[in-house]
């Protein structure tokens, strides 16, 4: 079974996810994971010098550490962060539509890298992390198009300013790597997190 070790972690522990997104709420709903929900307000600010892969490392693990301070002892959060890298620069979401046009335009026609860090933690104890990459090439697309979309309200709230799995899709000729790692929730990656979650506890 794909998720093996997630389920049997659910046996045992409940499980929450630490995250506002939409899209990792309906990833782990649809991959028939039990869980419930609550969202972390931490501030989410790169580090001077800090690598963009591991500053989503981090801010995945300090978002699951907030979620717990309201949760019951035995739950385990699942802390998560996704960040759009374009040649060492970190794309987070933008400010406001203006600022969606502008990235939008530096991705047109190139490739960039999308990662998705991942953190399970059991009150303010990390049990494990890790994080998953995948290589997203962009169509090139004219201003017009690009406005017509960040007119949309879509790319407003994710970070690189696009969803690959609504109405963004026209933008992207093609991934190398996970769908679900790009959308927000890569399962692989969490299933092997549980697995080494449960050796811990």
């Known amino acids: 079974m794909m998720l093996d070790a997630l389920l049997r972690l659910t046996d045992h522990y409940p499980l929450v996810l630490g995250s506002a997104s939409p899209r990792r709420n309906q990833l782990l709903r649809e991959a028939g994971i039990s869980f419930r929900k609550e969202v972390s307000n931490i501030e ?17 693990t300090e978002k699951a550490i907030a979620v717990a301070t ?3 002892p035995n739950e385990i959060v699942i802390g998560g962060d996704t960040v759009v890298v374009l040649r060492g620069q970190l794309l987070g979401k933008p400010k406001d539509p203006s600022d969606a046009i502008r990235i939008l335009e530096l ?9 998705t860090a991942l953190a399970l933690t059991l009150g ?42 609504g109405m963004g899709a026209f933008l992207v000729d093609r991934i190398e790597g996970n769908l679900d790692t790009v959308i927000g929730l890569p399962l692989m990656l969490l299933n092997d997190l549980a697995r080494e979650t449960r050796r811990q506890i």
């Open 44 to 60: 989410e600010q790169l580090r001077p010098g800090e690598d963009p892969f591991a500053f989503a490392q981090r801010v995945a």
């Open 70 to 72: 309201s949760c019951y």
């Open 107 to 115: 991705l047109s026609g190139k490739q960039h890298t999308v990662g």
């Open 124 to 165: 303010d104890n990390l049990l494990a992390s890790g994080i998953e990459t995948t290589r997203v090439f962009f169509n090139p697309v004219s201003r017009d198009q690009i406005v017509e979309y960040v007119a949309s309200g879509e790319p407003l709230d994710k970070a690189g300013a696009y969803g690959i799995q």
